[in-house]
């Protein structure tokens, strides 16, 4: 069963951790040993890899085999191959030890929960204080029937919807950053039509946007993914009339031409382009993607600026920011090992959980494969880079320490920019709503008819935004989802669990 998440569109990544031991409650001792030493655990970890293949032999490895008396062995699969291969091990009973997944409500991998092929870690994770210090959303986000089966790969909660805003035009045509939906309207269309970079020419947009973001809809107070009804229940975003109000502005926009015209099939990368092209002048995205882009766009006009703002009020004074999930993907124990490998998986995971440990892993060794600048970035040597280390490929077998500002920062970034960035994190983190029905298990029927009604949700959506379809064709949807007696089963369903949930 998957995880409720209606309207979002996410790319599914599928991590996968194996730690395959050899030990027998570590009572065995190393053959020839002469100081008597246990022996150390074995350890195989599979996983996946954006980029190069890393070797097991990297100092970093070397000093936690040393430090916790293991012995690791990755394995790194190609990610555009990762799914296969998974499914692969799973289909010949042969996963490892620990195994990193994507969505607890895999349904092979629930299936297998109910059929005990992994530990239960309710009753352990409470000895690893930096496991059990992630944050709350996280760990009950990732429980499967009230239990933790996973340790969550720990993601910040917020700063990864902003608006990233050339904060240069804004001054150029006398304007300040959009506080309400209004004022954003007339920001739009003064970066279209007033020549907002002085060339003379009309080409630039208000605003690029790689298809139908959720935010669209969150922004204007509809729910993130979810909302919760007068009764105490449960409906998507889909239904309220705040979703209707956004598909309202943003079809008004795109008619006029205040959105980059190729907005359905634009892809993320195309987005950033655009923006250090200087052809848009506002995008959603990271906070820290504004020094990061703008680091780019001065490259080639030096006087460009671009700033991280907080979305707009809605129409009822309201700001409606999303927040995510605490997590992308988790760590699952197979039965297989013994409580005693259990636990010294755990004791890797906890090491590696820190920030010192996790830089280790993602990074080296410190002052050779990488260095600290004086404002606290890490900067990695040539040595470190020819070495595969990186975030992409050493950093996916571990699941991370927690830092609530990471999407605010970043290398080479001034102490000012980064100041300002965490302060906008925890002006949005006060007023940032979870998806209510986070932690949920789906119902059947939307197993099973699910991903037609998401498809059509999408498409309805997206030719409403770009007007080839009409408000009347949104309505008519919307009424045949309510007069679909399947969909209205799956509503109650979640709200049931949702009313159990709040009720414990």
Request: aromatic content about 10%.
């Amino acid at each position: 069963m998957k995880k409720s998440s209606f309207g979002i569109t996410l790319l599914t990544l599928v991590l996968t951790t194996s730690l395959i031991g050899c030990s027998n409650g570590g009572e065995a001792k190393s053959a020839g040993n002469k100081e008597g030493k246990q022996k150390p655990v074995d350890i195989n970890i599979g996983t996946m890899t954006y980029g190069e293949s890393p070797s097991s032999d990297l100092e970093s490895v070397q000093q936690l085999n040393e430090k916790l008396n293991v012995k690791l062995s990755i394995d790194f699969y190609p990610i555009n191959s990762y799914k296969e291969k998974l499914n692969a091990l799973l289909a010949s009973k042969s996963l490892p030890d620990v195994i990193l997944i994507e969505d607890i409500n895999d349904p092979a991998f629930s299936t297998a929960i109910e059929q005990g092929a992994f530990w239960d870690l309710t009753p352990f994770l409470q000895d690893y204080p930096n496991l059990a210090g992630y944050p709350e959303n996280a760990i009950e986000n990732i429980k499967f029937k009230g239990k933790s089966y996973g340790i969550p790969r720990v993601r910040p909660l917020d700063g990864h919807e902003s608006l990233i805003i050339r904060q240069d035009w804004l001054d150029k045509v006398g304007l300040k950053a959009p506080t309400t939906m209004d004022e954003l309207y007339k920001v739009l269309e003064a970066f279209t039509k007033n020549d907002p970079d002085g060339n003379g020419k009309n080409d630039t947009f208000g605003m690029v946007q790689a298809s139908v973001s959720p935010y669209m809809m969150t922004m204007f107070g509809a729910g993130t993914a979810w909302k919760e009804t007068a009764e105490g229940g449960l409906e998507p975003y889909w239904l309220t009339a705040e979703a209707r109000e956004a598909l309202e502005f943003w079809s008004k926009a795109y008619g006029d031409g205040l959105i980059t015209p190729d907005l359905p099939v634009m892809k993320p990368s195309q987005v950033k382009e655009m923006m250090i092209q200087g052809k848009a002048g506002i995008s959603f995205g990271n906070i820290n993607e504004a020094f990061i882009f703008g680091q780019e766009l001065q490259k080639m006009k030096p006087e460009a600026e671009l700033k991280a703002y907080e979305i707009p009020a809605a129409t009822d004074g309201k700001k409606y920011n999303e927040q995510a999930y605490g997590y992308y993907g988790l760590f699952l124990v197979s039965k297989k090992v013994s409580e005693d490998k259990l636990k010294k998986i755990l004791e890797v995971y906890n090491e590696t959980a820190t920030e010192e440990g996790y830089n280790l892993v993602t990074y080296g060794i410190k002052d050779k494969d990488y260095t600290v600048s004086e404002d606290g970035s890490i900067v990695q040597t040539d040595e470190g880079k020819k070495k595969a280390y990186g975030t992409a490929t050493t950093a996916q077998w571990i699941s991370g320490y927690f830092n609530k500002y990471q999407r605010a920062e970043g290398p080479g970034m001034p102490a000012e920019v980064r100041n300002y960035n965490r302060q906008l994190v925890d002006t949005i983190s006060a007023s940032s709503i979870k998806n209510p029905a986070a932690g949920l298990p789906t119902t059947e029927v939307w197993m099973e008819k699910g991903g037609d009604w998401q498809k059509k949700f999408v498409d309805m959506y997206t030719n409403v935004v770009i007007r080839k379809a009409s408000m009347e064709d949104w309505d008519k949807f919307i009424s045949g989802l309510k007069a679909d007696a399947s969909f209205q089963q799956h509503l109650k369903e979640t709200s049931d669990s949702y009313k159990a949930l709040a009720s414990k």
